[in-house]
């Protein structure tokens, strides 16, 4: 502890894979622990980051982790003092410790940390589960975002694709045991090989090395005894979020996000629809789009330059639009 009482958070820097058996940092990375209400999650962060820079908070999708906005984290080293997070049960994050992994409860999650951390208001980004939870977020405490950039956001779809429904029967009880049984065979590579080709528009743009470190970091979540549980509970959690009305309702929610806001479709996207940007721009208020007809989805992985530079422009009009209502209170 230090002089305040408080827990220091544990910090470790680039160097492989370390002994505890936590996921692979790479070349600038640190990481560190911090303890929160109810949980506790690992955040990754850049080496010697300048903290003058205004502040940016990256969440992670279904299934991801803080390993996911590597790549979008170093393209925007000189823009933001970025940390990505591991929600509770991803990463290197434990489980959270009442069990709860409904889209609330990440959300709950990544509020807390902004609070604990008073880095506020944050440039926020979220891809995917992260992505619907950031917009919840930035619907709730307005006041903890300047910027919302979502990439391909899982906000509800009427009719979703094909593809994307084995990823949403991971939700129905007896799946998950199921999919154990029938691919009890298959080698962390050939688990890798069928996530990459579900997440990316083309995989074969993946380097050597970058599916070698994947494998590897499939592994090792496999060893995880709540692994599959944090998975199964977490897709639960965004099905559930979809049959919420009222208040509560995802797109109704949405509309209510005040911060503007960069979306980021995938023309090959297999998990959600690129049909949902022409509704999405019609929701959020102060929206653009980045379309981007050969990505998947994950586009700050595939993409991270054409992410970082679309960004950059919501960044920068935000700012000038900032100092122009400031000129303009009498």
Known sequence: MDSTGLPVPTVETAAGLPSRGESRLRA??????????????????????DRTLPPALYVHGLGGSSQNWSALMAELAGTVDGEAVDLPGFGDSPPPQDGNYGLSAHARAVIRHLDAAGRGPVH????SMGGAAATRVAALRPDLVRT?????????????????????????????RLFRRLTGHWSP???TRAVLGLCYGDPSRVASEDFEAAVEEYQRRLLLPYFWDSLAASARGVVDSYTLGGQHALWRQAGRVLAPTLLVYGGRDKLVGFRMARKACRVFRDSRLLALPDAGHVAMMEYPELVAGAFRQLMADSERAGVEATRGTP
Not at 30 to 44: E, F, I, K, S
Not at 124 to 127: E, H, K, T, V
Not at 164 to 170: I, R, V
């Open 28 to 49: 600038g990375e640190t990481r560190r622990t911090v303890q929160l209400p109810g949980c506790t999650m690992a955040v990754r962060s850049r080496e010697n980051a």
């Open 124 to 127: 926020l980004f979220g891809n």
């Open 148 to 176: 919302l950039t979502l990439v391909s956001p899982a906000l509800p779809e009427l009719r979703p694709q094909r593809s994307a429904l084995p990823t949403a029967l991971l939700a129905v009880p007896g799946t998950v």
């Open 189 to 191: 590579a050939d688990r």
